[in-house]
């Protein structure tokens, strides 16, 4: 299956499961569209060294939509994304998080927690559950795009959370939860097995 075949099926996979109509697929298109979707999740690596090729506006564009697409309490979408892709920027935010990987990645997208759109009172910290979603989002499109991107924490760090406000611009209504570094893969990776049936448990624990 090739790149293009992959996008359509992985975002018709994430359509369809965010969907909340009762149209459904055949079950040929079904088929390809699950396998689609799970060959993508099981397959993602996290990158950290890239190539020089930029990222076209569009992918970007199309990657924070995926981030968008993702669940959220009430339908709050305590959200905000900074999309950053001028080289001097990315140094810039590199310097105070020393871990984000960005000396040769192409771009970044920084996902926020708007602190004026979080819900009221012992619901208030599900932005972060949100905006976790909405990162993984952004992994699992930009495998699909055949782009490498690694998460990158912020919050709650407090000798990181500062320093990209600052570089950034970020007011102090809003908190960056998660710097996610994007490129074009320097070299191959072979991703982790993760599953363990032992850390599964039915019915009950």
Known sequence: MNLFKTLA???????????????KPSPEAASDNTQAVINNIMTRTSVRQFTSQTIGKDTLETIVKAGMAAPTAVNAQPWAFIVVTEREMLDSIANVHPWSNLKTAAAAIVVCGDMEKKL????????????????ENILLAAHAYGLGAV???VYPN??????????LGIPS????????????????????????????HYQRW
């Open 173 to 200: 209504t809003i908190t960056p939860l998660s710097v996610i570094t994007l490129g074009h893969p320097a070299q191959s990776s072979e991703p982790k097995d993760k599953w363990k049936p032992e850390n599964v």
């Open 9 to 23: 099926a992985v975002f018709a996979g994430i359509s369809l499961l965010a969907s909340c109509s009762d149209s």
């Open 158 to 167: 407090p000798e990181i959370l500062p320093g990209v406000k600052r570089v």
């Open 151 to 153: 998460w990158c924490g």
């Open 120 to 135: 009221e009172g012992m619901a208030g910290d599900y932005w972060i559950q949100d905006c976790s979603a909405a990162s």
